[in-house]
């Protein structure tokens, strides 16, 4: 296959952008127009002529825009631009004409929105409404939030089908106002978009990109289309969605915020385009079998808000068209912007040349008003009457747990550069590295005692305006983590963001329960409702609504990303059982929903049901990770004598395999006992606590026994440890 070589051009700077609020418009002549919406209300569409902006139309500043897409006449050209602000949505024509202004009433704003024809989607947090020629038509309230959403193609697929993509991992596809099915997915979906931009062949095939880096296909069954019941459902299983093909994210990317499909490879055939939430724009082809293969990535140092390929600067060259979170729009275009001549001398087109010229020229007047606006400051700052304003600033965050390595990835960004971010917790909890953070970091002392387990300072180099972090904690221990964030503004400012570290932390929403394991049960009764129970339960495990989901019964199942054990919630008024295979899960349950009980004066009743099947099968689940980690730790204890060995002797072919396997890994062992500090201990924690809830449900103080088990974990054997299990009493 051929490389791929794209340059970065920068265009213009907008204001903070949503995901999704760029596109661009069809082909007029030879090139396309961009049209973008911004934080501050402001919708504008611009071409470019020999590198420079030329504005077409720009709206007055308003309201937060959410959301922008294209609408047309069905099978026909979208060039009509619609935008959402708050509850409201606009039109606009290509122009720039204002032909319409519609509120849509929902108690919500518009966070996501698609236009199909005369059809309107628009959706808030959970609400989910339909329009059509501006009349109300369809309502849905969804079970947990709504991210993105999008219809199937209305001239391929006769009924309307939108599709939701919520936050508990699943797409939910509708009919009318009900429900018709949910496709679980590997993540929470964040974007959507129609394969090959129609769905293809049948229209029924959808691309989805999830918050924690991962990319598929899902295909609709044709004939689920026409159906109007679920019972005919029920019977036609083989016309179930099933899944094409997944991308995994290997290598920890950040997650996906926009999709599009683009032949910017020109083969003839579309390619897909990713923009994440870490700067990386990823493009895929398909191979013989349509599974998607990587060609090319480019590193920006912001949020990739948008991506759309086409043909925007110079006619017959192609490019990928981004807005990144701050504002900034530019292309990567496959136009060779400079010259060689020569073996190695670069010089550059005379179109760079002068852009480079005027770009020089708008640095000096804005350094000349930069230090004019300074003394005048200066000048006011020294009266007695003097207010410095606080500038007010947005944080663009997210904290995300990753099953991968079962730790949270917690990423903040700014518009402006930011100076040092302060991480303070009053809950135990480890730093690991992450490789694209330029940050220096610097711990202070604590006082545990006085609630304070974590203080550390991140200092950031010039310019970085994104700084990611990732987080490992202790389930069991629960508090809050506080980031202070301070930009490079005058005068000095800082925000405070609070992120709640729960008593079950490492686990995952899933929609999959082995009932064959072997379980061990909790039961409380008492006078409490069941939102009460919903509160508790969300108090307790992440990745749950804040509203109690509609029926007389809730139902909840989670895995944990670090053991794969597995937890089941089912609460309704009065009653909540709770099923898990680990008996620590359920010893945690019990001590923290008491404690909440007890706060709010509410007596409960407990039972519960101990399996002493569980325990062998728990310790058979960490038994592989715990030998991997006993024999890395093992192997980087070797390396320091194996190298001094290899100093002293040229020939090391007396070596046995395994010690030369360990001195040509070195490197890699040292990074990788490195990215996990603390690893060891923490499943050395596991197993002491899964050993001191076992006695703890029957009414026994083992503590006094954990001596005896570490001396067993110390000479590690599956078997031994099992029995150690057993024996005591």
């Not at 709640?500 to 009764?525: A, C, E, G």
């Not at 109690?548 to 937890?567: A, E, N, Y």
């Not at 001191?692 to 005896?708: C, E, L, S, T, W």
Request: overall charge negative; charged content about 25%.
């Amino acid at each position: 296959m051929m490389e791929i070589n794209l340059t970065r051009v920068d265009y213009t700077q907008v204001g903070v952008t949503s995901p999704k609020s760029l596109s661009l418009l069809p082909v007029s002549g030879k090139t396309q127009k961009i049209a973008v919406a911004d934080h501050k209300g402001v919708l504008q569409v611009f071409g470019l002529k020999k590198g420079e902006v030329q504005s077409v139309f720009k709206t007055q500043p308003g309201h937060k825009i959410s959301r922008l897409e294209l609408g047309g006449p069905v099978d026909g050209v979208r060039e009509r631009i619609f935008v959402a602000s708050g509850p409201e949505v606009k039109g606009y024509t290509k122009k720039g004409k204002n032909f319409l202004s519609f509120d849509t009433n929902m108690s919500e704003s518009i966070e996501s929105m698609f236009v199909e024809g005369s059809d309107l989607f628009c959706c808030g947090k959970f609400m989910y409404n339909h329009y059509r020629d501006c009349k109300d038509t369809n309502f849905f309230l969804s079970g947990d939030e709504v991210s993105d959403v999008i219809c199937l193609p209305t001239n391929v697929v006769q009924d309307i089908t939108p599709i939701l993509a919520c936050q508990d991992r699943v797409l939910r596809v509708l009919q009318e106002n009900e429900l018709l099915y949910e496709v679980e997915v590997p993540g929470p979906p964040v974007t959507m978009s129609l394969y090959g931009n129609d769905g293809g062949e049948d229209g029924t095939e959808i691309l989805f990109g999830t918050a924690d880096g991962r990319v598929g296909l899902v295909h609709i069954g044709r004939t689920l289309m026409s159906c109007r019941t679920r019972m005919y459902w029920e019977k036609n299983r083989r016309d179930q969605p099933n899944h094409r093909w997944e991308l995994p994210n290997d290598k920890r990317n950040g997650g996906v915020l926009c999709i599009d499909n683009y032949d910017i490879t020109a083969d003839g055939v579309l390619d897909l385009i990713l923009g994440r939430d870490d700067g990386l724009v990823e493009v895929y082809s398909y191979d013989d079998s349509d599974e998607p293969i990587h060609r090319h990535t480019h590193t920006c140092s912001e949020s990739i808000t948008s991506v759309q390929g086409g043909i925007v600067a110079s006619g017959g060259y192609d490019e990928i068209v981004c807005s990144t979170y701050a504002g900034w729009i530019l292309g990567l275009t496959t136009e060779h912007l400079t010259k060689t001549v020569g073996q190695n001398e670069v010089i550059a087109s005379s179109a760079a040349v002068g852009k480079i010229t005027g770009l020089k020229t708008d640095l000096e007047e804005l350094q000349q008003k930069v230090m004019s606006e300074r003394e005048k400051y200066q000048q006011t700052a020294q009266s007695n009457t003097a207010i410095s304003a606080v500038p007010s600033f947005h944080i663009n965050d997210k904290f995300v747990l990753n099953r991968e390595d079962a730790s949270y990835t917690l990423s903040l960004e700014l518009q402006m550069p930011i100076d040092n971010v302060l991480l303070q917790s009053d809950v135990p909890i480890d730093l690991l590295d992450v490789e694209k953070n330029s940050a220096v970091v610097s711990y202070s002392a604590c006082h545990p005692e006085e609630g304070n387990f974590l203080l550390a300072t991140y200092r950031c180099q010039a310019n970085t305006t994104r700084l990611e972090l990732k987080i490992r904690s202790i389930e069991g221990q629960y508090g809050t983590i506080q980031a202070y964030v301070t930009p490079r503004v005058q005068p000095k400012t800082c925000k405070v963001k609070q992120y709640q570290i729960k008593p079950l932390s490492l686990h995952q929403r899933t929609h999959v329960f082995d009932d064959n394991r072997p379980h061990n049960t909790l039961k409380l009764t008492g006078q409490f409702s069941q939102a009460e129970m919903h509160s508790w339960v969300c108090f307790c495990l992440p990745e749950l609504p804040e509203k109690t989901p509609p029926g007389d019964k809730v139902q909840f199942h989670f895995i944990s990303t670090f053991l794969d054990t597995q937890l089941e919630c089912l609460y309704s008024k009065g009653l909540a059982t709770f099923r898990s295979d680990n008996i620590s899960t359920i010893s945690i349950l019990k001590d923290v929903l008491t404690k909440e009980a007890t706060k709010k004066k509410v007596r409960l009743d407990i039972t519960y049901d101990v399996n002493e099947d569980s325990i062998p099968y728990t310790l058979n689940l960490i038994h592989p990770k715990l030998e991997y980690q006993l024999l890395l730790a093992k192997k980087v204890q070797l390396i320091d004598a194996l190298k001094e060995l290899h100093v002293h002797e040229n020939n090391l072919e007396f070596l046995s395999p395994e010690y030369r396997q360990i001195l040509e890994d070195a490197d890699q062992l040292k990074i990788e006992y490195k990215r996990q500090p603390c690893h060891l201990e923490r499943l050395y924690g596991m197993i002491t606590d899964l050993f001191i809830d076992k006695f703890k449900f029957k009414g026994q103080n083992m503590k006094g026994r954990v001596p005896a088990l570490l001396e067993v974990l110390d000479n590690y054997d599956l078997q031994t440890l099992v029995q150690f299990f057993e024996q005591t009493q």
